[in-house]
């Protein structure tokens, strides 16, 4: 599907950096709850004050749940499968009915960008940016479609989570998972790292604007570590105020949003979660002149 908002194809080097292998899990998170007592935005009950107009009855704490339509609907809305839940959270990421138990290696969920920040901050680390996650995405390949290569599923492999069947009617899971799946349940790139493509989106540091790489061609030459426009534009909501995300999910299709397809760009609302959007983080080298004093 045409991604205008990933064009022009432009030139980026990145320094050298660290990525965690996998998306952080429910079990790391929870370890970082428990050190920090740390409440995500999903968890407190928004205020009149940053909601002004908002109904009384509206202002509970909550976050926003994929469903299933039960039948075929044009694919033009996406409020038909997306609604705020009440009681959503990264505990219970698709309502109070939900939880965790026994998904410790899951990619935590409902994660709104100033709860990732927090985590990142805790634990040393940062979020990566959006060229650091493409180029980490690639696994060394250049110009592919998938971070795997050119072919969806190489000699009948499945390479990534996302949706068959019908979207979003029914999730057929015949890659083995109808819905997320545990960190790591299918093949790494080449640079080692899981779920780059599917699974779930992830937060990158850059502000979105769709012109961004626009900009970028426009200056010349090759973007150093570019960290993304100075503030974020989406005109198709222009009040919110949106960072990217990478990766695409498991509800990714090749009926509405093949967003699996590395190179491509999400974007989300700062304090918005969903149950197929999570984060990793990455780590600078301490010492970047080390690789240059070594010969
Ligand atoms: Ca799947
Ligand atoms: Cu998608």
């Not at 080449?190 to 979105?208: F, H, K, T, V």
Request: proline content about 8%; glycine content about 10%; hydrophobic content about 30%.
């Amino acid at each position: 599907m045409a991604s205008n908002d990933s064009e022009p194809v432009h030139r980026v080097y990145v320094d050298g950096f660290w990525m965690d292998a996998t998306p952080v899990t429910n079990e790391q998170f929870e370890k970082f709850v428990k050190a920090t007592g740390y409440v995500t935005i999903a968890e407190r009950t928004p205020t009149k004050e940053e909601f002004p107009t908002a109904p009384a009855e509206n202002l509970v704490a909550g976050s926003v749940v994929f469903a299933p339509t039960d039948h075929d609907v044009p694919l033009n809305n996406h409020y038909q499968w997306w609604s705020y839940v009440k009681g959503a959270s990264w505990r219970h990421p698709l309502g109070p009915q939900s939880d965790i138990k026994g998904k410790e290696k899951f990619p935590v969920v409902q994660i709104a960008y100033p709860d990732a920040e927090a985590y990142a901050k805790w634990a040393g680390k940062r979020l990566p940016t959006e060229a650091e996650f493409e180029f980490a995405a690639r696994g060394g390949l250049s110009g592919k479609v998938y971070v795997w290569g050119d072919e969806f599923r190489p000699g009948g492999k499945w390479m990534a989570n996302t949706w068959q069947g019908k979207f979003p009617v029914k999730d057929a899971g015949e890659d083995g998972y109808a819905g997320i799946a545990p960190v790591s349940s299918f093949p790494s790139n080449g640079y080692g790292l899981y779920d780059m493509a599917g699974n779930i989106w992830e937060w990158c540091s850059d502000w979105y604007r769709p012109d961004y790489y626009k900009t970028l061609v426009e200056k010349g030459g090759t973007a150093h570590n570019p960290q993304g426009p100075d503030s974020p534009f989406d005109p198709a909501e222009p009040d919110e105020k949106k960072r990217v995300h990478r990766g695409g999910s498991f509800l990714c299709n090749d009926q509405y949003c093949s967003r699996y397809i590395v190179g491509t760009r999400g974007k989300g609302e700062v304090n918005t979660g969903t149950n197929h959007l999570g984060f990793r983080c990455v780590r600078s080298p301490e010492n970047p002149m080390r690789r240059t004093t070594q010969n």
